[in-house]
């Protein structure tokens, strides 16, 4: 069992930047590929980027090449999303999840973390 919490959430300008935190609890957590999601109003839930285990291989969606970045620091069991030059197409809810060894499908999520981009 992985419990994951999200944190760093916010109001910003456009043009801004965020950094998202997910704190994962769990013996085996830092074996886990990890992803960040959202979902925005009316909208179906977006995947965005993912790191392995090692940290080594990412996986990114068009929508967020060169401006949001993905790392882990498995030390503090702890995944950050960078995102920098933020639109308000942005705003949404952001989730991050974790799957397990050798699978592809998220099995556990955190409950989300509201970041919203003013124009």
């Known amino acids: 069992q992985v419990q994951l919490v999200e944190s760093g959430g916010g109001l910003v300008q456009a043009g801004g930047s965020l950094r998202l935190s997910c704190a994962a609890s769990g013996r085996t957590s830092s074996s886990y590929t990890m992803g960040w999601f959202r979902q925005a109003p009316g909208k179906e839930r977006e995947f965005l980027i993912a790191i392995s285990r090692s940290g080594v291989s990412t996986d990114y969606a068009d929508s967020v090449k060169g401006r949001f970045a993905i790392s882990r620091d498995n030390a503090k069991n702890t995944v950050y999303l960078q995102m920098n030059s933020l639109k308000p197409e942005d705003t949404a809810i952001y989730y991050c999840?974790?799957?397990?060894?050798?699978?592809?499908?998220?099995?556990?999520w955190g409950q989300g973390t509201q970041v919203t981009v003013s124009s």
């Open positions: 999840a974790a799957a397990p060894p050798f699978s592809s499908r998220y099995d556990y």
